[in-house]
Nanobody, 126 residues
Framework: QVQLVESGGGLVQAGESLRLSCTAPGRAFRGYFMGWFRQAPGKDYEFVTRILASGGSAKYADSVKGRFTISRDLNTNTIYLQMNNLKPEDTAVYYC???????????????????WGQGTQVTVSS
């Protein structure tokens, strides 16, 4: 069982930045794909970004490309989501997710990720 713990959400104004963190304590997840999804009120989960924990290129949703950056620190088993130039439409609960290497699910589908954190609220005011 992989436990993911997010932190870093909050309330900011449009144009400001936030950095979310996701830690998998006590678990080496180098072979996993680590991603971020978000869910706005009344909407489905939306893919944001994902990266292979051991490295490699990342994938981003078009809505965040150029503004959000995913990175990882293997020494601390931590994944980061740097969010710049935030917009009100970025308001959502953000979830850290993990996909095992043997999962054939699509990288941008919520059903493709077996493990989810508890979520952290990001609110962007206009």
């Amino acid at each position: 069982q992989v436990q993911l713990v997010e932190s870093g959400g909050g309330l900011v104004q449009a144009g400001e930045s936030l950095r979310l963190s996701c830690t998998a304590p006590g678990r080496a997840f180098r072979g996993y794909f680590m991603g971020w999804f978000r869910q706005a009120p009344g909407k489905d989960y939306e893919f944001v970004t994902r990266i292979l924990a051991s490295g490699g290129s990342a994938k981003y949703a078009d809505s965040v490309k150029g503004r959000f950056t995913i990175s990882r620190d293997l020494n601390t088993n931590t994944i980061y989501l740097q969010m710049n130039n935030l917009k009100p439409e970025d308001t959502a609960v953000y979830y850290c997710t993990a996909q095992t290497p043997w999962n054939s699910g699509s990288y941008d589908s919520a059903s493709g990720y077996e493990y989810w954190g508890q979520g952290t609220q990001v609110t962007v005011s206009s």
